[in-house]
């Protein structure tokens, strides 16, 4: 079957860095998605990585390993505006998102 | 407007009643879903259109209808409402490649009673 791990919640410090991990087990894979849900809103688009490696955008980086079926997102220099939950998708072989339940990350002062 | 908007932004519903959810994109984007989202759950796709005239089934598409007569719209029926549908709905679209991010609208919390 196909299944996205991820854990429920985790807690870090503003000004620190946080790694949310996610391990994936999709029917083929076209590459994996991070997104960013504030409470009550929409999930708005974070990072996509489809080959091996670390990709780095701001604060942000994502990486992947294909062949442990693993990603995680990295989060620097935590600000309190980046409490949200932290939703990770594996695009399968008909490109549809597979869709993990999401981290809630909670910064405290 | 720009982006994707859906209405009504909430709404309470008896069941058995039908209801339709609206999405309208103006991004020209070929791709659209429908997704709910439940506590405790990840986003579970119910229906989807790869383009304009074609609409496909996604994980948990009973109970719920869909169309696709123009690239903007995208509504979603629910014929006979059911306590277990209450969720919130979102729609999404993508352009461009299959692998394209997805942009996603501000939702629905639908109740049914």
Redesign the interface.
Same mark, same amino acid.
């Given at each position: 079957g196909q299944n996205i791990d991820q854990p429920t919640e985790m807690t870090a410090t503003e000004g620190a860095i946080v790694q949310i991990n996610c391990t994936y087990q999709t029917s083929g894979f076209n590459g994996l998605f991070w997104y960013q849900q504030h409470a009550g809103e929409a999930p708005t688009f974070l990072s996509y990585n489809v080959l091996d490696g670390l990709e780095e955008k701001g604060r942000f980086s994502s990486f992947l390993s294909r062949s442990k079926g693993y990603s995680y997102l990295l989060l620097k220099e935590l600000q309190m505006k980046d409490s949200a939950s932290y939703l990770c998708a594996s695009m399968d072989s008909n490109y549809q998102l597979i869709w993990g339940a999401g981290t809630k990350l909670i910064i405290k002062p | 407007i720009a982006g994707i908007t859906q209405a009504p932004t909430s709404q309470i519903l008896a069941a058995g009643r039908r209801m339709t959810l609206r999405c309208t994109q103006d991004m020209r984007h070929n791709a659209m879903y429908w997704y709910r989202q439940d506590l #405790? %759950? #990840? %986003?579970? %796709?119910i229906h989807?259109s790869n383009t304009a005239g074609t609409t496909g089934k *996604?994980e948990v598409p009973d109970g719920y209808s869909v169309s696709r007569a123009n690239t903007d719209d995208f509504p979603l029926t629910l014929a006979s409402a059911v306590p277990s549908q209450t969720s919130v709905y @979102?729609c999404a679209s993508s352009g461009g490649g299959?692998?394209d991010?997805? @942009? @996603? *609208?501000? *939702?629905t919390r639908l109740t049914v009673l």
């Open positions: - | #405790g %759950l #990840g %986003l579970r %796709l989807y *996604g @979102f299959l692998a991010e997805q @942009f @996603f *609208g501000p *939702g």
